[in-house]
Every structure is written in structure tokens, then in C-alpha cells.
């Protein structure tokens, strides 16, 4: 048997078995006793059996790691034999239609290093029960269509868990003997075992109020580590932001008396929506100038709304079953980037968003874990919270609004709600909702959630002088996926423009309309091939397509430099324009590594110097677009282009039109910088993020040509910066170079920051994805550093994540040393945390893109770690699937 074969039978769980749960659970009284080397468990469950279930079939409740102690039905205590446990659960025959069972159970939080179910982290007791954490915690019909009232009493010692929190409101506290005390919790929503959570701990808060629309007062508290407090004002205004925003745009308002955020620093993932008790990742919450940068500030406001929106769209309303997923995720994440569109720049938002989806999606959708928004069958639940799930759901959510405008969007939002609240629903559901209340035939469009891949639209124009019309022929095609050789035409909104020369709009009127409509118009793409002719077009105009990225695909349009250069300066959507200038780049980069492999000199581009030069220069423009607008494409963006990429060519490409343009443009790039120093104190408003983030693009490219005034600049910058956006602009910046300043920056900033985790994860990630010769040498000694911690998931992504997905020069060194030095990391990873080993391996997964000899040598790492014995199931479905 070759080491590919799977090694043991994964047990693959697919959509179309689902039945409904044959039992129910009405109510769960929950019982803790906290001790974190054995936690005592209790519960009482009411549980009914569903009328279509025969009264032969026996109770079968989830369970894993658990001591069971005792189990009693109706107030009997069974004996051993008249139950079965094994590694998966509780079986229990011969229940009644309707009766309390009641069970008591041991688990050990301070051994729980997966972080999933109970767990210790700083010192505190917390949970994480999505998406089948809870089944780690006690026995339970632990899946999401089972929604039960829960009352959660905790007890603990009162000098070491002060705080005691759970779900819903506070109903009763009290003291015990030895020093123990007790608080019980009522949470009036059903909601799916998921969503329970506890924390218990010596935590301090601050706390705040907010008024709902009705008029019903919220306390609003976020409880840290008590030397945090001075970093969550940020996390609080967002919350309170959020609040509002959800009433505003979906009429949505919060439903308890008391909504609590915890920040932990061992967190799997961002955060997550417990009912009334969101767990945050701490790098997720805590926030000061000093401390944080001003992408750090953006991402809290993100990842609160997102967070604080799941109240409504994933607890209200829930998942049938996990493949319904991005019914949550989509919607959430669709809902907290309008969210933070409206808060800052909504074309900056936008680029950032479609970077992330090119970036992480579109890379999936092209390798063997490629799966539909709504995937067919799992070996692990886990392993699906991905960048499909989340950011392509998101735009499947967008297309509905795109197609069927905002006001039919907002009323199938409307009903949605209110159709199918307090209920586990499907994305199916959401779909049927949107159709009814906009009079919408969806059928095609469903489409979107069955079928993997992305997309590729070819376009060709055709100017008719004579005739006046402007010809757009469009044609579809999608890649095969696996399990999905074959796909049909998708139903896809194509925002396009057409502008003049002189870059005015042109009215836009298909042949056989009235009236012209001004500026972007949305065409509706079914056939696989669909034309659109539009008339009264008196000169050649030039095609301004796919604005706002009005769906998730890839387009391919012939068009030479100039004409990308003069969408770059002036068509109006600021996604397209920014979207011209990325292409324009990516051709510039080509042509560049064709030059190196056949020996020619290497030029840069006067097109695409010039139209940064003219960018630069643009005093109207908003500067944080305009960051974006001159940040070339990342080389793993620009490395998709090619059929097999080789890491070196792409970064010596990369690097040197970094320095052409660097050299070229040094005089308006030393004056951008000057003219943008600091004024008055620190302020996040989007003005003040803008001129920050371009004044540091402008660092950044100086640093990169050979200017010796730039390095006294950085360094100034790096000792007088009053705020971590500059300081570490800076540091990153000469962490990049082969100065000799480099190394006592490096230590002059460990040692201010030492103390600080989240500081010292931007230490390690600065180090880990700089490009330089002896990064993995540097990674491998961090490796060894004492405030590297293997069990805390943000210092592996900083450290290990930095290097083997933020560093590809380096990571992809052609003796093969960065990929065994990741296999060792996976192997010594996964018995520690499952799910920060499998994401790991994801890395290797995409072996078949690269050049033979180094997909050779991934595949080879790939096969030693499915070699390993006792494999989770996490790590395991991730390198076979890869080697499928
Ligand atoms: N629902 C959360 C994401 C999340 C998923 C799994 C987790 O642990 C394994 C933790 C969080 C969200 O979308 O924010
Ligand atoms: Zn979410």
C-alpha cells in the first residue's frame, strides 16, 4: 500500500443524510464545578421523543474525552448495563416518549491544549463549543437543529474565579463553604448547544449602556485580564456602532438585558457569538495607538460587528446542519463589510475585502480542498470553516442584493427574520426568503451555493462607428473542481461602464430601451454565451467592467497598457480603477520574469511608472485609496497567473520593479512622505489612517531604493513615532533591508515590548515573513525564543503562519529545508491543537502548482505526515485529500 492510500477509514459525514434528530431537548439545566484538573459536569436534560421516531430506537447522545460517572432516568440512577458508552457517546435503550435524564461527568480543562470544549487560558476557565465542542463537555444531541433552554449554575473558589459568566441573564448568586461561591444563569432563547459558553476567572471590565431604538436599556461589559483594561475603549465604541447599525440597516435589535465580551489570549480562531457572551480572541479586542495599528483598529470594528451581528443572523436564526454554514458565515461576514464599509471608505473597504477573497478563496477554489459554499460531505467540521464558506458566501449574499437592489434585499431580509426566527434553517431557506419578498426567480442563481470553482468571464468589445453601438460579448466557463468536472452557466451580475476618452460617463441604453441610464449599469449574465448591445455611442469608448466586483470572477478582457494606465487615472469606481493598475502590474511583472529567463535586460515599464508617478501626484485623491492604488499586486497574486509557479522568479521580479519604481520615483516619494508627518495627537479617523497609510507606503519604496537619506528617515520614524502603525512601518521596513541597523532595531523593540503578547506576535511576524537569506535559520532560533509558546495558536500564526505563508521566497527555497522544517511543525503540532496543524497543511496542499521539483518536495512532507500514527482526524482529511 503506498503511503497516499488513506491509512484508516475516515468516517465522511454528507449532506444529503441528514434526517432530523429523532430525540429533542427542551430544557438543560447545567451544573459546573470548577477545578482545572477535574471539572465536575452535571446535567438534567428534558428530553422528547419526535413523533416519527419508532419508540425502539434508543437514546444516542454525543460525547468524547468524557469521564461518565453516573446516568439517571427519571430519577433512577441505571446501572452500567443498562447503557453504552464508547468513544463517541452515550447510548441509552428503552426511553420513554418523554423523560429527565440526568448525568454526571468529569473533564479536565488544564489538559485541554486543542482548545476546544472547557479549557484554561491565562489562568481562566472558558469554552469553545462550535462548531462540536460541546459533545467535549458533556453528553448532548450536539448538533445545531437540537435548540434547548438552558439555566447554567457555576460554582467555584471565590478568590480565584471572582467572575463567573454564562448565556443570558443573571438569575441567582450565592456563597459556600471553603471559600467556593455560586452564580446561576438564564438564558430565555432556545439555541443550538453551539452557541452555550462559560468563563470563569479573575477578570476586570468596563462597562457601558446602551438605549435600543424601543427604548430598552443594555449593559454592555467587556471583561480582561485587569492589565488590558486601558485597551478596550476601542472594542466598546465599536460594539456600541454595531448596535446601532444593525437597527438601521435590517431593523435588528438585541434581545437580553446584559451582552458581554470576554477577551482570552488561546483562542483557535477570531472570536465567537455565545449567546450574550461573545469569546474574543484578545488580538481581537485589545487596542491602544501605542500598541496597535491602525489595521489591528480596523479589524476590531470588523470583527465586533461580525460577532455582534451573528445575534441575529447565526443565533436567532441558526444552521440546520454544519453544511448550512455560510448561511451564518456568508450573511455575517456580508453584514459586518457593509458595516465597516460605512464606517470608513467604502471603496478602500471594498479592495481590501476582493484582495482577501483573491488572496485566500480564489487560491482554494483552485486546489484539491475546493469545495461549494454550501460543500457536499466532511470528515471534520472544522476544517470547513474556510475562506469559501465565509468570504465567497459573503459575495453570493452581495450578488442577491446586487441583482435584486437594496430595497427587494432589505425586504427578504425582513422576512427571512421574521419567517424563521427561533429556528434551525438552510441556505436553501435564505434563498426562498429573498425570492418571495422580491417576486425573484432564484432557481439559477442557487447555483452559486451548489457549485465549486470560480468563474472566468471572457469578454470581447466591438465599437461600431457607423452603427453607433458598442458590442459586449460575454462568455462563461468554470473550471473543473473536484467531484465537479462539469458545471453549468451560473447566473452572475456584470456591473459594467463605458467611458469617454476624456474619462466622462457615458448614459449607458441596450438596443430595444428607451431611455439611457447613467453611469454603472449591472448586466445579467444565464447563457453561457450573452451579448449586450448598446446604442447612441458616438465615439469608441473604453470598457470599465466589473465594478465594485459586482460578482466573484475572473475576468479576461484583451486591453494594452495605455488603456489600463487610463482606467488607473480615471474611471470613476474606485474597485475598477484600483483593479486596472493591478492588472497593469501583474502584465509588467510577466513580462519581467520572461525577460530574466531568457536573459534580456530588465526594464521597468515608463507606462506603469508613469501612471504611479501620475497617481502620486493625484493631490484629490483620498490617500488611503491611493496607498492601495500604488501597492503592486503580492507575488503569491501575481504568482496565480502562471501555470507553475517558481517562488524566486516571481520575487526577483517583484523586487526589482519594487526598486525601479523606488528609484524612479524618489523625488515625489520623499515629498508625499514630507508633506504627510504627523500633526496633533493620534486620532483613527479615516482621514488621519489615510495620510498615515500612504506617508508609509512612501517609506516603504524609499527604503527599497538606494537613497541613503531613507534609512536615517526609517530610523527617525522607527524612535520618534508616538504610535504602532508608524513604529512598525518603520521596523518592518528595515527588517527588510540588509542594514546594518536592522538588528539592534529588532532588540530595541523586543525590549520595550516584551511584556506585551500581542506586540511581540507583530516582533515574531516581522522577522518570520522578511525575505531575506537567513530567514528560515532566524524562524528556526524563534522557534527556541522563550516567549514562543507552541500551545498558543496567535504565536504559531506569527511565527510559523508569517514564515510559511507570508514569506514565499523563502519558504519555497528550492532544497526543500522550509518544507521539512513545516512538516516537523505539523507533526509536532497536532497532538498539542488539530486545527492549527491542519491549517498548516493546507500550505503543502496546493503542491501541484508549483514547479515539479518543489511540488515534488511538498508532496514528499505531505506524505511523511499521513505516515504519522495517530493522525487527528483535522490534520489527516486535509494531507490525503491533498495527495487524492
Ligand atoms: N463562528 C465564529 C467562528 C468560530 C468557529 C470555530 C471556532 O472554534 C473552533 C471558533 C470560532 C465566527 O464566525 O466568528
Ligand atoms: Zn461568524
Known sequence: MSAVEPLRMAQTVCLKDYRPPEFRIETAELYFDLHETGTTVRSRLFIERDARTPPSHPLVLNGEGLELVSVALDGRTLTPGEYRVDEEGLTVPGVPARFALE?????????????????????????????????????????????????????????????????????????????????????????????????????????????????????????????????????MECLKRA????????????????FMIVAVDDFNMGAMENKGLNIFNSACVLASPETATDD????????????YFHNWSGNRVTCRDWFQLSLKEGFTVFRDQEFSAEMASRGVERIRDVNALRNAQFREDAGPMAHPVRPE???????????TVYLKGAEVVRMLRNLLGAEGFRRGADLYFERHDGRA??????????????????????????????????????????????????????????GQPEKAPFHIPLAVGLLTRDGRELPLCLAGEAHPVAGTRVLELRREVETFVFTGITEEPVVSLLRGFSAPVKVHMERDDEELAFLMA???????????????????????????????????????????????????????????????????????????????????????????????LHEPLLETYRSLGESGPYRIDPESVGRRSLRNLCLGYLMQGDDPQAVPLCLDQFH????????????????????????????????????????????????????????????????????????NPNKVRALLGAFCQGNPARFHARDGAGYAFLGDWILELDPINPQVAARLVRVLSRWRRYEPRLGELMRAQLERVLAAPDLSRDTYEIASKSLV
Not at 448596535?243 to 446584559?258: I, K, S, T, V
Not at 526577483?652 to 525601479?660: G, I, P, S, V, Y
Not at 537569506?773 to 532566524?778: G, H, I, T, Y
Not at 524562524?779 to 527556541?784: A, I, K
Open 720 to 791: 520618534s513615532g508616538t504610535n504602532m502603525t508608524d513604529v512598525l512601518a518603520a521596523l518592518s521596513a528595515l527588517a527588510r533591508s540588509e542594514r546594518p541597523e536592522r538588528e539592534p532595531a529588532l532588540e530595541e523593540f523586543y525590549e520595550r515590548w516584551k511584556d506585551d503578547p500581542l506586540v511581540v506576535d507583530k516582533w515574531f511576524a516581522i522577522q518570520a515573513s522578511a525575505p531575506l537569506p537567513d530567514a528560515l535559520e532566524r524562524v528556526r532560533t524563534l522557534t527556541r525564543h522563550p516567549a514562543f509558546n507552541p500551545r
Open 103 to 235: 448525568i454526571e461527568n468529569r473533564v479536565h480543562p488544564a489538559d485541554n491544549t486543542a482548545l476546544e470544549g472547557l479549557y484554561v487560558s491565562g489562568g481562566n476557565f472558558c469554552t469553545q463549543c462550535e462548531a462540536e465542542g460541546f459533545r467535549r463537555i458533556t453528553y448532548f444531541l450536539d448538533r445545531p437543529d437540537v435548540m434547548a433552554r438552558y439555566t447554567t449554575t457555576l460554582v467555584a473558589d471565590r478568590a480565584r474565579c471572582p467572575v463567573l459568566l454564562s448565556n443570558g441573564n443573571p438569575a441567582a448568586h450565592g456563597e459556600l463553604a471553603d471559600g467556593r461561591h455560586w452564580v446561576r444563569w438564564e438564558d430565555p432563547f432556545p439555541k443550538p448547544s453551539y452557541l452555550f459558553a462559560l468563563v470563569g476567572g479573575d477578570l476586570a471590565w468596563i462597562e457601558d449602556e446602551f438605549t435600543t431604538r424601543s427604548g430598552r436599556k443594555v449593559r454592555l461589559r467587556l471583561y480582561v485580564q485587569r492589565h488590558n483594561l486601558d485597551k478596550c475603549a476601542h472594542a
Open 425 to 482: 434553517v438552510t441556505t436553501d431557506d435564505f434563498v426562498c426568503a429573498m425570492e418571495d419578498a422580491a417576486g425573484a426567480d432564484l432557481a439559477q442563481f442557487r447555483l452559486w451555493y451548489s457549485q465549486a470553482g470560480s468563474p472566468e468571464l471572457h469578454v470581447e468589445r466591438r465599437y461600431d462607428p457607423g452603427a453607433g453601438t458598442c458590442t459586449l460579448t460575454v462568455r462563461q466557463d468554470c473550471p473543473p473542481t473536484p
Open 570 to 664: 480615471h474611471d470613476t469606481d474606485p474597485f475598477s480603477r484600483w483593479d486596472a493598475g493591478q492588472e497593469l502590474a501583474v502584465k509588467v511583472l510577466l513580462r519581467l520574469m520572461e525577460a530574466q529567463r531568457s536573459g534580456a535586460d530588465l526594464v521597468a515599464d515608463p507606462v506603469l511608472v508613469e501612471a504611479f508617478r501620475r497617481s502620486l501626484l493625484d493631490a484629490e485623491a483620498d490617500r488611503a485609496f491611493l496607498a492601495r492604488l500604488l501597492t503592486l499586486p503580492s507575488e503569491d497574486y501575481v504568482a496565480e497567473s502562471l501555470d507553475r509557479i517558481d517562488p524566486a522568479a516571481v520575487h526577483e521580479a517583484h523586487r526589482f520593479l519594487r526598486r525601479a519604481l523606488a528609484k524612479a
Open 377 to 387: 460531505s466532511y470528515q471534520e467540521i472544522s476544517n470547513f470553516y474556510t475562506a
Open 296 to 307: 489591528d483598529f480596523q479589524a476590531i470594528l470588523g470583527v465586533v460587528g461580525h460577532e
Open 243 to 258: 448596535m446601532r447599525w444593525d437597527e438601521e440597516a435590517y431593523g435588528r435589535e438585541y434581545d437580553l438585558d446584559l
